[in-house]
């Protein structure tokens, strides 16, 4: 069974870090590029950042440069969100989802999701 799981949301204040990991079974992940997507209330998903199968490359929004970090561990079959200095406005779900490249390749697999909430 094809899944993508993310774990690592949850409540943190402003300027706080949290870790957000997306885990594969059913296929290899190491195979796929990985987006993160956030969603926020009332607002379109929207890509966060994304990083390529082939050579590691990775690509960020421009609203979370320098702040986010994405990386991928394909022993594991996991890839990682780092989020770093946290704002109110980063709120949202986040997924992560598996495609064939980074940029506007369809999405083959997403996940469920999991709650960020920035607040003090």
């Known amino acids: 069974q094809v899944q993508l799981v993310e774990s690592g949301g949850g409540l943190v204040q402003p300027g706080g870090s949290l870790r957000l990991s997306c885990a594969a079974s059913?296929?290899?992940?190491?195979?796929?590029?990985i987006g993160w997507f956030s969603q926020a209330p009332g607002k379109e998903r929207e890509g966060v950042s994304c990083i390529s199968s082939t050579d590691g490359s990775t690509f960020y929004a421009d609203s979370v440069k320098g702040r986010f970090t994405i990386s991928r561990d394909n022993a594991k079959n996991t890839v990682y969100l780092q989020m770093d200095s946290l704002k109110l406005e980063d709120t949202a779900i986040y997924y992560c989802?598996?495609?064939?490249?980074?940029?506007?390749?369809?999405?083959?697999?997403w996940g469920q999701g999991t709650q960020v909430t920035v607040s003090s």
């Open positions: 989802a598996a495609k064939d490249w980074c940029g506007t390749s369809p999405v083959d697999y």
């Open positions: 059913g296929f290899t992940l190491g195979d796929y590029a």
